[in-house]
C-alpha cells in the first residue's frame, strides 16, 4: 500500500492518517514502561482485542463492569496513535497498553525494565484474508484490490507496520526473557482455558476456578461480538465503512476459502525460506 496516504519511517511503512514521524520517534525515545505495565503487542490482525479483553477480564476477576463501559481502546490505548499515546501517559497505576510496533521502533525504556510484553503470532496467511478484509473496510487507505493483491503487498513488506516475518523474527529475539510471553492466536483458540492459565502465571495472577470461566465466557468471540465496548461499532464513519469488520470470524484456517493451491505452495515455500533458522514448533499451525 504504497500511495499518498502513507509514509516511511525508519524501513516501515505507516498510514498518514493515525501516526506521524514525530510520534513515532517520540514514543521510541521518550515513552516511559513502568515495571508494572504490560504490554499486548501484534503485527495487526493477529489477535490484538482478544488478548485484551482476557487481560482486561483477568485484571477484574471476570467481572464484565470494565469492558462493558470502556472502549478497548481506552482500556489498552495503542502507544503509537496520538491519541493513544496521549491516553497511556495520563494513566495511573499499572497500565494495560498495545502495540504494533515492530521492536526496533519500540520504546527504548522498555528494555530496561521489567515491564511484561505479550506477542502473539497467528498463522500468517490468516493474517493476510484478515487484513484484507479490514484494509477495505478502512477510509483512509488504499484499498486492495483483491486477497491476491493483498498477498503480493504482504510479501513485499508494503503495508501497515512492514514486514511480518521481521516483525516476528525479530520481536521472537526476546522469547527467552522473564518478562516476554509469546502466544499463537491458534493455542489460544484451541485451548483457551490453558493459554489463560498460561497468561495469569505470566502475569503473576492467581485466579480462582469460578473467576476463570468468567474471564472465558466473557472473552468468548459471541459475547466480545455483542459487547459494543469491544467490537469497534463505536467508531464512527470516518474511520469504518461498515460496522464490525474488527468481528468477522474469529477462526483459525479461513485462508483455505481464499488461497490457491499455488499460492498457498509460493507462501509456504517463502516461509521455509525465511524462517529456516527458527524452531518449527514456534509456528503451531498447519
Known sequence: IMSDDTFWYEGTPFPRAH???????????EFVLKDEDVV???????????????????????????????????RSPWIETKPGFASANKKEGPRLLSSHLPIHLFPKSFFSSKAKVIYVIR????????????????????????VEQYLEWFLEGKVPYGSWFDHVRAWMSMRERENFLMLSYEELKHDTERTVEKICQFLGKKVEPE????????SSFEVMRENKMSNFSLLDEC??????????????????????V????????LFQEKMADLPRELFPWE
Request: aromatic share 14%; with cysteine.
Open 262 to 269: 499455488a499460492q498457498a505452495e509460493a507462501f509456504d515455500e
Open 211 to 218: 473467576e476463570l470461566s468468567l474471564v472465558l465466557k466473557n
Open 123 to 146: 498463522n500468517p496467511k490468516d493474517v493476510i484474508v484478515s487484513s484484507y478484509f479490514f484494509w477495505n473496510s478502512i477510509n483512509w487507505i488504499e484499498k486492495p484490490k483483491s
Open 40 to 74: 499486548t503487542v501484534t503485527f495487526p490482525k493477529s489477535g490484538t482485542n482478544w488478548l485484551i479483553e482476557i487481560l482486561c477480564l483477568i485484571r477484574s476477576k471476570g467481572d464484565t463492569k470494565w469492558v462493558q463501559s470502556v472502549p478497548t481502546w481506552e
Open 19 to 29: 501516526y506521524s514521524p514525530e510520534l513515532l520517534r517520540k514514543v521510541q525515545e
Open 239 to 260: 474511520y469504518l465503512v461498515h460496522k464490525n469488520p474488527l468481528m468477522r470470524k474469529g477462526i483459525t484456517g479461513d485462508w483455505k476459502n481464499y488461497f490457491t
